[in-house]
Each structure stands twice: as structure tokens, then as C-alpha cells.
């Protein structure tokens, strides 16, 4: 609407249905299973059956200890030219 136009009294009814920008919804399926996953298979990954691991004991926290920064002081005669 340009500057002078009347706001109409009542709003137009609107084409809610958008016919551009939007894809169909694709409906997700699982993959068949493969024939060498068999009970006796999935039976291996039973966590139960793992061996005890008695030295999963954590480990005491190391002394970080400071290290001294270099002084650094700028080069005039590096090379780098700005330009």
C-alpha cells in the first residue's frame, strides 16, 4: 500500500497454504536388521560378563608447577613490512 491508501475496514482472507520453500515430510523406517545380528550376538555385549578391573583406582592429581614466560621484547629488524 502506498502513503495515501485507506486501511481496509475488514482484512483480506489469506492463502494459508504456502506453495514454495517447504518439502514433504518423508516418514522415517529403521533399516531391516542384519542376519549376522542373532541373540548369540547381541548375548557377547553382555557387560555383566566383563572382567573385574581392580586398578581402575584414579589417579592422584599431579603438581602442575609454574612455568617462567619468556620475556619478549619486539623486533624492529624481523623483515615484516606492513603495508
Do not use: M
Request: glycine fraction near 2%; hydrophobic fraction near 30%.
Amino acid at each position: 500500500y502506498s502513503y495515501f491508501q485507506k486501511v481496509p475496514a475488514e482484512a483480506p482472507q489469506l492463502e494459508l497454504k504456502a506453495n514454495y520453500g517447504l518439502v514433504e515430510p518423508v516418514p522415517f523406517e529403521f533399516p531391516a536388521l542384519n542376519a549376522h545380528w542373532t541373540p548369540e550376538t547381541l548375548a557377547a555385549f553382555d557387560l555383566t560378563k566383563r572382567p573385574k578391573d581392580d586398578t581402575a583406582k584414579p589417579k592422584p592429581d599431579e603438581e602442575v608447577k609454574p612455568l617462567k614466560e619468556p620475556d619478549i621484547k619486539p623486533q624492529k629488524d624481523s623483515g615484516c613490512q606492513i603495508s
